[in-house]
């Protein structure tokens, strides 16, 4: 089984500054096929069910801000916000897609400084 | 617009069982593989189970294989869950989620709460 690490498990930015979270894979989730690597990350609010935000670890999700950026390939992934805004405060999770068994990293908490 | 309903959550006894809907729209439920996403009071996200757009491919999560059973209906545009054997670490907030073309959830419904405790 893939397991997925993140890290940091929390991390308190300014606002407008860059935040940069990462995720590990056990092993490769590059898919031959189309080379590209099946890791998306969700952003999840308070109360609320976790949101898209990228897919094959670069492309955003259509209407999310391009201050988020997708980054990474075979095995280590980079979530970052480039000027964090208040409403951005939540949990991060990343994801592989390359398993049947679609496992979520254990989540990054971003809050304010 | 997609939308995902989840229904069926509730209070049960450990060793119980509870079966969960979820009812969609919007989109040809038919063409799309559905999953169940378990979140645990204050905690991560646990990918449940997954069922193929006919069926014929279903899969779970080691911490549920033979105690939950992942369907579909096409007809009548809905997912269950059907839930046997329940222990207290079930509790959580259990969301549905539908696959893009590729595997990754585009979209989520809002979740039922099931709570295992006697």
């Known amino acids: 089984d893939i397991v997925m690490t993140q890290s940091p498990d929390s991390l308190a930015v300014s606002l407008g500054e860059r935040a940069t979270f990462n995720c590990k894979s056990s092993q490769s989730v590059l898919y031959s096929s189309n080379n590209q690597n099946c890791l998306a990350w969700y952003q999840q609010k308070p109360g609320q069910p976790p949101k898209l935000l990228v897919y094959w670890a670069s492309t955003r999700e259509s209407g999310v801000p391009d201050r988020f950026s997708g980054s990474g390939s075979g095995t280590d992934f980079t979530l970052t916000i480039s000027s964090l805004q208040a409403e951005d405060v939540a949990v991060y999770y990343c994801q592989e897609y390359y398993s049947t068994l679609r496992t979520f990293g254990q989540g990054t908490k971003v809050e304010i400084k | 617009e997609v939308r995902l309903v989840e229904s069926g959550g509730g209070l049960v006894k450990p060793g119980g069982s509870l079966r969960l809907s979820c009812t969609a729209s919007?989109?040809?439920?038919?063409?799309?593989?559905l999953n169940w996403v378990r979140q645990a009071p204050g905690k991560g996200l646990e990918w449940v189970s997954s069922?193929?757009?006919?069926?014929?491919?279903?899969y779970y999560a080691d911490s549920v294989k033979g105690r939950f059973t992942i369907s579909r209906d096409n007809a009548k545009n809905s997912l269950y869950l059907q839930m046997n054997s329940l222990r207290a670490d079930d509790t959580a907030v259990y969301y549905c989620?539908?696959?893009?073309?590729?595997?990754?959830?585009?979209?989520w419904g809002q979740g039922t709460l099931v709570t295992v405790s006697s």
């Open positions: 919007g989109f040809t439920f038919s063409l799309y593989t």
């Open positions: 989620a539908r696959d893009a073309t590729y595997g990754y959830f585009e979209y």
């Open positions: 069922i193929s757009s006919s069926s014929r491919y279903v």
